[in-house]
């Protein structure tokens, strides 16, 4: 039992201090970006277009799904191509990139490199030569008959409304305009207070895991105190019920009720500040049910994920890339917390990173779902590809280095 209650504190306390910390930083960053520039960057994408894929790329390269996901109201509007989704889908790495930043930064400068190289040049190669669009759109119709839009159409010359969607006139923005769904006299004024104290938290986590990294990610007793050790535990711990809170209840009363999305622009710093916040909860969830996942089941049951995923040999970078075909970021971020604890290989994180498209697929899904799966085929090829020759080729010359590779 007492081992189990130190699992479950260590876990809450690593999680926030070693990752949802930076995460808030990160994900502040680009939001005040965003606000800042008040649609700057989506400008410069619509008016450069030979330079769109490689545009594409970087905002899928941004750290979250933010980046990722505001491209592709551009494509059902007709302003940028497929190869440009393609490019943006395949860079990004959704939330599970905060995880790999803060634990193996080295593995994810790797990682992500290649990412956006093999997504880039597919992206292109899709917007010249097409690779088979026809064939994979026909091979869609014909198991989903209701998915009528063509989701291969590429857009050359002049960029100017896709002739093969006709949504009247009603792209989406995901612009949450409406705020908070719920209201009420003890929660809303509550939800801000904790919405406050955990930014004050961040603050504290940000500073603490800084000098966590300096020290060379020693091992922290879990213990109350004035000294390092007992700061580290406590504001680990309270940074983590407190993003708990806002995941659970507080969005419903603080900003928007949905997260792990973003906007297009923001109303104001607060809103900005408030998004962040979401957003890093959103994080700290998930990375602590991996961490949770993974220390309890080699608890209980004495697995060591390394050698099972050694013993997959090639196998393992196509599971990789597999797990990246399920929409969203959780099951990413498990994967990453994984690789983080050494229980993966490098080429089965690359191979995630360029087949996962985090949260940014959901707004394509729901307008075109065609345009949506071809895309998924598209990036699951270089994956795969990259994956395996990754693995051929790491293997052999650093032998077992390729697993905790970049690990801090």
Known sequence: MNEALTVLLESLRDGYVQVSAFVAVTVLAFGLLQYYTDGAVLAAIEENERLQVLFGGLLGLTPGCGGAIIVMPLYVRGTVSFGTVVATLGATAGDSAFVILALAPEAALYAYVIAFAASVATGYLVDSVGLGVSRIDAAVARLSPAATPDGGTVVNGSVGPNPAHDYGGSAPTHAHETGPDRHSRVL???????????????????????????????????????????????????????????????????????????????????????????????????????????????LLTGVNVATVAAAAGVLAPIGGAVVGLIPGCGPQILLASVYAEGGLPFSALTANAICQDGDALFPLLAVDAKAAIVATIYNFLPAVVVGVALHLLWGPVFGMAEFGFGVL
């Not at 879990?222 to 309270?238: C, H, K, N, Q, S």
């Open 188 to 298: 809303t004024p509550l939800s801000h207070l904790v919405h406050v104290g955990w930014w004050l938290s961040a603050v504290a986590g940000l500073v603490l895991g800084t000098q966590y990294l300096l020290r060379g990610g020693p091992e922290v007793p879990i213990r109350l105190g004035t000294d390092f050790a007992g700061a580290f535990t406590a504001v680990g711990i309270v940074g983590a019920v407190l993003s708990l809170y806002l995941y659970v209840v507080g969005r419903h009363y603080v900003g928007e009720g949905e997260v792990a999305r973003a906007r297009d622009s923001f109303g104001s710093v607060y809103e900005t500040l408030t998004h962040a916040a979401m957003e890093t909860s959103f994080v700290t969830v998930w990375v602590l049910v991996a961490f949770l996942v993974y220390e309890f089941g080699v």
